[in-house]
């Protein structure tokens, strides 16, 4: 069964085919980064008029690279939230046009249940390490949501069962990746200019606080954020290395230890860690460490599955689509939508 998918969420325009909820026949993504970069950070209206420009491109590559047509597709998954809500209706109308025109049933897909099954798709890219897990994850497992929009811990018991156990209460990892960067004149986006000096630095140079917030599995991010504002202010002799490798360290501390704390709660021994700061090395090594020290099954998808992609949302909607749950044409896109 031949799912597309379509992902606008955010700012980049992605389309993919995927064979039965794992198989990617095509993946294309259009990254906007060159258009925001100067700002620092996306500006919603560049990126819902870049994805009226590039949604029909991305979609026609996906069905060539597939070597398909509209007509061997079994139904269109969309992502109909959360995110941008100018973006997100580029995607959804588009999809729902399509529908229409080729009479192909319509899916809609959560954006943070994509990232989590992200991990049910196999890869041509795998990462070569004995301690990520291989084949998709047996029921229940936690997985780590970490992206420019959320931060969240989930405990998944089956497909369309989730149990949110703690979230960000301000900025979310990625966000601080992106904010930190733009307060060190680096650009955008953040994440991955971070994690290039961090490779440079002493982590333990600069010690910034950790928001362990106890007893509950919450995030906070913005506290760290501002420390390296001051730490700015204060110092004249700094070392953009050490001050990434420090900021990256107490992210990876936070992210890992409440992990931790949530598998010892929910008596887990599967993860899954997904969302764009999981293609961050220091994040991803310290959770194979945790496999390691833990006897953890671990599944960390490889690097372009982590960040936005729609072969995550062709993933989730093939599980809605076997399961009957189809959209009508009345479908709306929503800027807040939890899982
Ligand atoms: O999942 P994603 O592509 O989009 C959202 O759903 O938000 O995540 C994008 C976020 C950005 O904040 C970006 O800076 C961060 O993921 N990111 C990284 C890395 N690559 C992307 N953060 C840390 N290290 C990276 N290598
Ligand atoms: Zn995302």
Redesign the pocket.
Known sequence: MLILGIDT????TSASVVRGGKEILSDIVSSQDRIHKKYGGIVPELASRRHIEMIWPVVNEALLEARITSTDIAAIAVCHGP?LIGSLLVGCSFAKALCYAHRIPLVAVN?LEG?IFSCFLESRVDEVSPLISRGSPEFPFLSL??????TSLYRVDRFGKYKELGRTRDD???????KV?KLLGLG????????RYAHEGNPKAVEFPRAYLPENLDFSFSGLKTAVSNYLRKEVHISLPDICAGF?QA?VDVLVKKTEWALRRERMKRVVL??????????RGRFLLLAAERSLEVWIPP?PL????AAMIAAAGYHHFRDGETSDMELNPKAYLPL
Do not use: K, M, W
């Open positions: 969420s955010c700012d980049d995110g954006h990232h949501i970490v992206s420019g929009g959320h979310a990892a990625g966000e601080a990746f992106d960067s955008y986006p953040g994440g991955p200019i971070i994690e990256q992210v997904a969302g764009g700061v999981a293609a961050n090395s220091a994040l690097r982590c960040t936005d992609n």
